[in-house]
């Protein structure tokens, strides 16, 4: 009885081994290419040509452009309508960003014990994020409105004075703020739920097995390995209330911004400088200047709340 043995297969000439190697390389540098392209010519390039703008006096009205180097710049600090937009903006991140982490990291909690229904829950609460801000806004000037709002209602039967809300320049921002934060709690909520399911439940059957109580694994196991989540809801949402503009824009058609400027957003009032009075050199001085804003509050984020934990 002859054993025959099966010959083993050929290997590709080292020749043609590298030159696949070399069109897998040209492939992947391809598709890499076309997005860093696309990015350079819609986000690096009109970037370039706002800071460029910004040192003209550039009113689309006039026919000559005139040099005015820093002068756009130099007038910002004496604009009382930017540095009110400023403060607003900034009142809208303080108040918004750790609202919408609290109330998603606190409702992502209670649904990570929730058995029955959990995926009805999860919807409900995602369905606001999904929903057009547009409809969102309009719906919130029927909830608030100082003559037939249901709120107002409902305060009436507490024995409270009906109040203005966004009619009042006190009362405008914070019950703006409310809007957006309602509206991004389900993006939260989702972004919480992932970092949690990603958490080890050997953490906590070692902590419960210690000894330790609710508070303690809360404070020892979830938020340090929460940090990167905690991280990117930070940042992403610091920037979120940096730019907000859409939300603004339509809880008030006839006075955007208002009343007196109480709802101001650096982004709005650039809006208003470039497609309302045409004035797109000193637009452009604003969004530099509101860019330069961003990209320092995110490298300062990124540098103190990073922290890295041995799991």
Same mark, same amino acid.
């Given at each position: 009885?002859?054993?025959?043995?099966?010959?083993?297969?050929?290997?590709?000439?080292? /020749?043609?081994?590298?030159?696949?190697? /070399?069109?897998?390389?040209?492939?992947?540098?391809?598709?890499?290419?076309?997005?860093?392209?696309?990015?350079?010519?819609?986000?690096?390039?009109?970037?370039?040509?706002?800071?460029?703008?910004?040192?003209?006096?550039?009113?689309?009205?006039?026919?000559?452009?005139?040099?005015?180097?820093?002068?756009? $710049?130099?007038?910002?600090?004496?604009?009382?309508?930017?540095?009110?937009?400023?403060?607003?903006? &900034?009142?809208?991140? %303080? +108040? *918004?960003?750790?609202?919408?982490?609290?109330?998603?990291? &606190?409702?992502?909690?209670?649904?990570?014990?929730?058995?029955?229904?959990?995926?009805?829950?999860?919807?409900? $609460?995602?369905?606001? !994020?999904?929903?057009? +801000?547009?409809? &969102?806004?309009?719906?919130?000037?029927?909830?608030?409105?100082?003559?037939?709002?249901?709120?107002?209602?409902?305060?009436?039967?507490?024995?409270?004075?009906?109040? &203005?809300?966004? #009619?009042?320049?006190?009362?405008?921002?914070?019950?703006?703020?409310?809007? +957006?934060?309602?509206?991004?709690?389900?993006?939260?909520? %989702?972004?919480? @739920?992932?970092?949690?399911?990603?958490?080890?439940?050997?953490?906590?059957?070692?902590?419960?097995?210690?000894?330790?109580? *609710?508070?303690?694994?809360?404070?020892?196991?979830?938020?340090?390995?929460?940090?990167?989540?905690?991280?990117?809801?930070?940042?992403?949402?610091?920037?979120? !209330?940096?730019?907000?503009?859409?939300?603004?824009?339509? @809880?008030?058609?006839?006075?955007?911004?208002?009343?007196?400027?109480?709802?101001? #957003?650096?982004?709005?009032?650039?809006?208003?400088?470039?497609? *309302?009075?045409?004035?797109?050199?000193?637009?452009?001085?604003?969004?530099? %200047?509101?860019? %330069? +804003?961003?990209?320092?509050? #995110?490298?300062?984020?990124?540098?103190?709340? #990073?922290? /890295?934990?041995?799991?």
């Amino acid at each position: 009885m002859s054993i025959t043995s099966k010959a083993a297969p050929a290997r590709p000439p080292r /020749r043609a081994a590298g030159s696949m190697k /070399r069109r897998q390389t040209r492939t992947a540098y391809l598709f890499l290419g076309l997005p860093l392209l696309f990015f350079l010519i819609v986000r690096f390039l009109p970037t370039l040509m706002a800071l460029r703008m910004s040192l003209f006096d550039w009113n689309i009205l006039k026919e000559a452009q005139p040099f005015v180097g820093l002068e756009n $710049y130099a007038r910002l600090a004496q604009d009382d309508r930017f540095l009110g937009a400023l403060k607003n903006t &900034a009142l809208y991140t %303080v +108040i *918004g960003v750790p609202a919408q982490i609290a109330l998603g990291l &606190a409702v992502a909690l209670m649904l990570g014990r929730v058995t029955a229904l959990r995926g009805l829950y999860r919807a409900l $609460y995602f369905a606001p !994020y999904v929903t057009p +801000i547009v409809a &969102a806004a309009w719906v919130w000037q029927w909830l608030f409105s100082p003559q037939f709002g249901p709120v107002n209602t409902f305060l009436t039967w507490l024995n409270i004075p009906p109040q &203005a809300f966004l #009619t009042s320049p006190s009362q405008a921002l914070a019950t703006t703020a409310a809007l +957006i934060v309602w509206q991004n709690l389900g993006f939260q909520i %989702v972004l919480f @739920l992932a970092g949690l399911a990603a958490i080890p439940r050997t953490f906590y059957e070692a902590a419960e097995i210690d000894g330790a109580t *609710g508070v303690q694994a809360f404070r020892s196991i979830t938020l340090p390995l929460l940090n990167p989540t905690l991280v990117f809801s930070v940042v992403t949402g610091t920037i979120s !209330y940096l730019q907000l503009f859409t939300q603004v824009v339509n @809880l008030n058609f006839t006075d955007q911004g208002g009343p007196l400027g109480s709802t101001m #957003t650096v982004a709005l009032y650039i809006y208003q400088l470039a497609f *309302g009075r045409f004035q797109m050199g000193y637009a452009s001085a604003v969004t530099v %200047v509101l860019f %330069v +804003i961003i990209l320092l509050i #995110t490298v300062i984020q990124l540098k103190f709340l #990073t922290r /890295r934990y041995d799991v």
